[in-house]
């Protein structure tokens, strides 16, 4: 076998685990964090409650928000300065996959220097960061567990994906409670985010034993879950298994990278700033299709996940269900299926081609790929 590693956070998941953030903190030696959070998660109160428990362990905190979705360069320097001339010596994220991402990069620059542009790529971090502490309000992004951060260019308007160890938090508190207050579309949207993350870690050239039982477990939660989720904000068993699928796949993802729907996605959102979960949501089918000559046995594991009856079928049969299975659920939750409903035209796809060659994800892509393959997905998906 092969060496391999995993790394993953110390992880706090369940009903009420927002009340473990002063601790958790306090655990790590922080005297005053810097909360990174967006206004939408201030205006569900999950911040408030949060900041209660860190009064009762009498951890100080500065609380900062300015931010966007699809968080971009241009907004970092201003987190960077506060976090530093307000002495805080913890961050801690509540919030979505950006609130998290721009955590994790402003625990970069403040101890590392420079700009984040210099990071991007792998393993690129050489100082240790500051202790991070993650509540997630989202299931999706798997950042909570993750060696990623994303982050626009906004010069380029792309997306840079910068990968290390060294972005894993110390502490992921998953409180399924808190996915209540997200509305159906981002529910639906951050829900295939995670199966886009269970999928392509699952047929990553890098996946591992470890990486593949939390990847196809993702996947059957969420067949199982997703559209009950999406239908009831207040259905908390559904909450309950979202919120673990996420988790699974971000371990998945976190250790076995990702492939070309990321790669390709990452340059649609840096474009035109649509919803990461959606655009993953439009390309998978398209992308499974093509990666399936790859891996046939494994897209038949990933269509049993889904839920498809594959019984008598040859195995190329069994491995297309995958894909069919994919499109099935997309429809179910009620997502856009084609890449112009988020106003993508074809004057672009060469551009957005050339980078997604560029991008990381596509390192461990389970079939080589080429401009002329990535321009065709594209265009089929339009
Ligand atoms: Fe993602």
Redesign the pocket.
């Known amino acids: 076998m092969d060496i391999n590693k995993f790394v993953a956070p110390e992880i706090i998941f369940g009903l009420g685990a927002i009340s473990q953030a002063g601790e958790s903190l306090q655990r790590l030696g922080a005297r005053k964090a810097f909360v990174v959070t967006d206004k939408g998660v201030i205006k569900s109160r999950w911040v408030e409650k949060a900041l209660f428990h860190l009064d009762q362990a009498r951890v100080e905190y500065e609380v900062w928000s300015d931010l966007t979705t699809n968080p971009k360069d241009v907004e970092l320097k201003a987190g960077v300065e506060r976090y530093l001339s307000s002495g805080c010596d913890a961050v801690m994220a509540v919030g979505g996959g950006s609130p998290i991402d721009v955590a994790k990069a402003i625990a970069v620059i403040a101890t590392n220097g420079g700009l984040i542009h210099d990071y991007e790529g792998i393993n690129k971090i050489t100082k240790p960061l500051p202790p991070m502490v993650i509540l997630p309000t989202t299931a999706g ?1 798997g950042s909570e567990v993750s060696q990623f951060a994303i982050i626009v260019d906004t010069k380029r308007k792309v997306k840079m994906t910068i990968i290390s160890k060294s972005l894993v938090p110390d502490i992921a508190l998953v409180d399924p409670v808190m996915l209540q207050t997200k509305d159906a579309r981002l529910t639906a949207a951050t829900g295939m ?1 995670a199966l ?2 269970a999928v392509e870690s699952y047929v990553s050239l890098a996946a591992t034993p470890l990486t593949d039982i939390f990847a196809l477990n993702a996947i059957k939660l969420i067949t199982d879950n997703l559209s009950e989720s999406v239908a009831c904000s207040t259905n908390l068993k559904a909450k309950e298994s979202m919120a673990m699928a996420s988790l699974q796949a971000g371990l998945a993802f976190s250790n076995a990278i990702l492939g070309i729907t ?1 790669a390709m996605t990452h340059q649609i959102d840096g474009l035109l700033d649509s919803h ?1 979960g959606e655009t ?1 949501a439009i390309l998978l089918p398209y992308t499974m299709e093509y990666n399936l000559i790859a891996n046939a046995d494994r897209f038949c594991n990933i269509a049993q996940a889904l839920g498809e009856d594959v019984a008598g079928l040859s195995k190329w049969k069994a491995a297309e269900k995958a894909v069919q299975g994919m499109r099935r659920l997309v429809k179910n939750i009620g997502l856009p299926k084609r890449l112009s409903d988020i106003g993508l035209d074809s004057t672009v796809i060469e551009k957005l081609a050339q980078n997604a060659l560029k991008d990381s994800c596509l390192i461990t892509n389970p079939r080589d790929t080429n401009l002329k393959d990535i321009i065709a997905i594209y265009r089929k998906a339009l």
């Open positions: 992004s985010d886009s993350h990321h990461h993953n």
